[in-house]
């Protein structure tokens, strides 16, 4: 089956085209083919990761820790931004191609000698079940201690769920997205996220919405686990400055530690807490108070309000609770001139909660949508209609993203600030963009 993919090119187009010829797999079989695969890393240690938003974040700050103590770790996130290497990490670097490929043909090679069942079953692993098995082979190979799983959508049916020995588990804040698959309720769609924990096992989460707390609380119970929720009282003395924010947060065994995130997100500080008490639970003697002050201090995440430019922003906010965290932090920074607004979205999400939010935020001067490239992105006319329907709002739409990048940039004063948000692939775009030669 691999005779004909030898480059990274080949392999990338190669699980670029599953989704034509596969559908969603029942965990039993996804279950079935990791063990054919020998159950790599089942020696690592792993910390599960579920949520709506925050999860990618939780992920690196936790990483950067480990990296900061010396403690080799794996992390398996979603989606990638440019390139799907970025998708497999260890030891605070992605996976190279030659690496990549590696577990490639490992996972091809399995496929090709699949045991009765799943042949039956005319078995194939889905797009994100084929890059999940890849990083559990990448991860046996580079002999990482501990492994960080993102779920990719909700988590009881989620592949990364097939792994049954957790050390550990953590849910971000729930909001409603992908309610299709995951319920029409903030309970439902919490409980399906709740499908990650295990008997015994800790998990950690925000207490934000009593509904939501007393539900993940409740299937704790039926499963056995046990939780350390973290109080909104537990972070105090949040004090956001130019590109940073301070806030200290209350640890079991030293009372109020001071930390500081590297970011002007204002909903950064909660993941940052979530991954410390993580962390602390782990009981860990080499993860001290400095690695994990250092190392949430180090973290740079893509695509969450990170500065690509001076006062040039661009952040994944693409649901409706991502969008309210992401105005909250564009309300925290003062702007002399004027602020500018740059979007794009996939049809396939709440857009018109999502527009409505930024249009009637009144936080900006000026608004432009452009088209995504991908199958999936919302028509321009749609992106432009939807906006215009509030009454004298103006906005403008781009033919192509170079064309808005550029007049958004380019054409900023000294004094204003530009904010790219909206759909991942967005972000991965202006990301492509952004390493191109300006003469293409």
């Keep these: 089956m691999t005779e004909n993919i030898s480059t990274y090119r080949e392999a990338e187009a190669y699980i670029n085209d599953i989704p034509k010829h596969t559908g969603k797999n029942s965990m039993e079989n996804t279950r079935m083919f990791l063990r054919h695969l020998g159950n790599p890393a089942q020696n690592c240690k792993m910390i599960h990761i579920a949520g709506t938003n925050g999860k990618g974040s939780v992920c690196a700050y936790l990483c950067s820790v480990f990296n900061e103590a010396h403690i080799s770790a794996g992390m398996f996130i979603s989606p990638h931004l440019v390139t799907m290497r970025e998708r497999l990490v260890a030891a605070g670097k992605e996976a190279t191609e030659e690496e990549f490929m590696e577990a490639f043909y490992l996972v091809m090679d399995k496929l090709a000698k699949l045991p009765p069942e799943l042949k039956e079953a005319s078995y194939h692993p889905s797009f994100f079940e084929f890059l999940f098995f890849m990083a559990m082979v990448f991860f046996e190979r580079a002999g990482v201690e501990y492994v960080v799983l993102e779920t990719g959508l909700g988590g009881r049916l989620d592949a990364t769920n097939a792994v ?42 925000p207490v934000r919405q009593k509904e939501v707390a007393d539900r993940i609380e409740e299937c704790a119970r039926a499963v056995g686990a046990k939780t350390a929720p973290v109080a909104r009282s537990a972070i105090k003395e949040i004090k956001i400055q130019n590109k940073t924010i301070d806030f200290s947060l209350h640890l079991h065994y030293y009372d109020y530690i001071g930390f500081t995130v590297s970011t002007s997100a204002v909903y950064q500080v909660e993941n940052a807490a979530l991954a410390v008490r993580a962390l602390e639970q782990l009981g860990d003697e080499r993860i001290t108070v400095f690695a994990m002050q250092e190392g949430i201090r180090r973290m740079a995440w893509a695509g969450r309000m990170e500065e690509i430019l001076p006062s040039v922003y661009l952040d994944g906010a693409h649901n409706a609770d991502g969008v309210q965290a992401f105005l909250e932090t564009v309300k925290s920074q003062p702007c002399m001139g004027n602020r500018k607004l740059l979007f794009s979205m996939v049809q396939d999400k709440q857009y018109q909660d999502v527009i409505r939010e930024l249009a009637l935020s009144g936080l900006f001067d000026e608004i432009g ?58 972000v991965g775009e202006i990301k492509a963009l952004l390493r191109r030669p300006r003469h293409d």
């Design 369 to 426: 949508v452009v088209a995504l490239s991908c199958s999936r992105a919302l028509p321009l006319d749609v992106l432009e209609d939807s906006y215009r329907q509030y009454t004298g709002f103006v906005c403008k739409a781009y033919g192509s993203l170079e064309a808005a990048f550029y007049e958004f940039v380019l054409g900023r004063n000294d004094e204003d600030r530009v904010y790219i948000a909206g759909s991942l692939y967005l």
């Design 164 to 205: 049954d020995k957790k050390e550990l588990c953590v849910i971000t804040s729930i909001g409603y997205d992908h309610m299709e698959y995951l319920g029409s309720t903030l309970p439902q769609i919490a409980a399906e996220k709740a499908g990650i924990m295990r008997p015994g096992v800790l998990t950690i989460y």
